[in-house]
């Protein structure tokens, strides 16, 4: 499952219409396309140098040389033009990996018929441009490839037998296109095991960010842990050691929950667990941090709030919680909360401030319910 939810995210991207997309991302995007002309320039140039070589050398003409340079270039801005204009954003593969080997290969093929002692380049450079395949073409695609490859240069290499004899020259032909057959596939399965071995790297790391996402939060509402609201709590008292942030907290219970869950059923409880949670988790800060505590029990973290805003913010979600509608579920058709709230004091221990709002919640039960209590600040 995780290693199917990693090779979605190794899917191309939908194509999405420019005005739908953030700045930033577009941008992101027209960077993105520069890279993609890399292949076919790279390997045109690399071989366009090869050819220079040739030629300095004697084993080909000048009109040789000076076709391949002008057809490297031609092909080359044809597809700088196809990423800069956004034509490639009508394709499938919107690297146009497939055409741009395509086009690598039917360069060099055709400059070694044209140019039989070109074909000493063409082993390394074929393997060139299949290395930039492997990761974006599919097997299907790799393996058509490699027959059309094969079998276009077979061609070249009968249509120059029968051209020049089966002597020797025929022979090397075919011993070097014999090496190209072997090392091909060889290339492409050991480039697939690399791709496997990056589809493996994803799916652990989504199911590392998975299990870290889960381990702190609770399943039933997926509000933050116990743990994670000790975490959360240290890291409040750092700040007010440090920077003297003031901070607040609010033990909010669900009164009588026993009772709905003997009367109403289990299912019942952990609906208005699920629906409290989102109420509340809705009427906070982005800057508080709300958590379930333990089974009816929720926490609320007001960082940079004293004791009367945290009061205060307790009466808000007590009334908002009264207002919610459980009449499908509930005879008595609403919950109420019990709140207890304390602000933590300079230097004292987070289990002491967990113990001030605990004895206030509790007094809160005592006095009634439905209410907010709080502990004194000093
Ligand atoms: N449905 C459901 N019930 C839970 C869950 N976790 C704990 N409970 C139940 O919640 C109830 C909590 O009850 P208490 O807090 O002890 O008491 P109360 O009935 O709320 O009474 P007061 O707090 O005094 O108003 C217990 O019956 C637990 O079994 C849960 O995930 N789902």
């Known amino acids: 499952m995780y290693l199917n939810d990693a090779r979605e995210t190794m899917r191309p991207e939908p194509r999405l219409a420019p005005e739908s997309v953030p700045a930033n991302r577009r941008k992101n995007m027209h960077l993105a396309r520069i890279p993609q002309i890399s292949p076919l320039s790279l390997i045109s140039l690399l071989y366009a140098m090869s050819m220079y070589a040739f030629y300095q050398q004697g084993f080909i003409g000048r009109a040789t040389f000076l076709a391949v340079a002008v057809v490297v270039l031609c092909f080359v801005v044809m597809?700088?033009?196809?990423?800069?204009?956004?034509?490639?954003?009508?394709?499938?593969?919107?690297?146009?990996?497939?055409?741009?080997i395509l086009a690598a290969l039917l360069i060099m093929l055709t400059v070694a018929y044209l140019e039989q002692a070109t074909q000493m380049a063409l082993v390394p450079f074929v393997l060139i441009a299949f290395s930039f395949g492997i990761f974006r073409l599919s097997t299907a695609s790799l393996i058509l490839l490699l027959f059309g490859c094969l079998g276009a240069y077979l061609g070249i290499i009968a249509l120059h037998g029968r051209a020049e004899g089966y002597g020797i020259g025929f022979r090397?032909?075919?011993?070097?296109?014999?090496?190209?057959?072997?090392?091909?596939?060889?290339?492409?399965?050991?480039?697939?095991?690399?791709?496997?071995?990056?589809?493996?790297?994803?799916?652990?790391?989504?199911?590392?960010?998975?299990?870290?996402?889960?381990?702190?939060?609770?399943?039933?509402?997926?509000?933050?842990?116990?743990?994670?609201?000790?975490?959360?709590?240290?890291?409040?008292?750092?700040?007010?050691?440090?920077?003297?942030?003031?901070?607040?907290?609010?033990?909010?219970?669900?009164?009588?929950?026993?009772?709905?869950?003997?009367?109403?059923?289990h299912l019942a409880g952990d609906t208005i667990l699920k629906e409290f949670s989102c109420v509340a988790r809705d009427s906070i800060r982005d800057t508080d941090i709300l958590g379930r505590y333990g089974g009816d029990e929720f926490m609320l973290i007001l960082p940079n709030t004293v004791l009367k805003?945290?009061?205060?913010?307790?009466?808000?979600?007590?009334?908002?919680?009264?207002?919610?509608?459980?009449?499908?579920?509930?005879p008595q058709k609403h919950i109420s909360l019990s709140i207890g709230v304390a602000q933590y004091r300079r230097g004292e221990k987070i289990n002491d401030l967990i113990s001030r709002a605990d004895a206030a919640l509790y007094q809160a039960k005592q006095l009634g319910r439905n209410r907010v209590e709080w502990a004194d600040a000093t």
Request: proline content about 2%.
């Open 309 to 330: 805003g945290a009061v205060m913010h307790a009466e808000r979600l007590r009334v908002y919680a009264h207002f919610l509608d459980f009449q499908k579920i509930l």
């Open 172 to 265: 090397a032909e075919l011993m070097q296109w014999f090496v190209l057959a072997l090392t091909l596939p060889g290339m492409i399965l050991v480039g697939k095991q690399i791709q496997n071995l990056r589809q493996l790297l994803n799916a652990t790391r989504y199911q590392l960010e998975h299990f870290e996402e889960k381990s702190v939060r609770d399943e039933l509402t997926g509000l933050y842990n116990r743990r994670q609201l000790q975490t959360e709590l240290d890291r409040a008292k750092l700040q007010i050691d440090t920077l003297s942030i003031p901070f607040s907290i609010c033990l909010i219970d669900i009164d009588r929950f026993k009772e709905i869950n003997d009367n109403s059923g």
């Open 79 to 100: 597809f700088y033009c196809a990423f800069r204009f956004g034509l490639n954003a009508r394709f499938g593969d919107q690297s146009l990996m497939l055409p741009q």
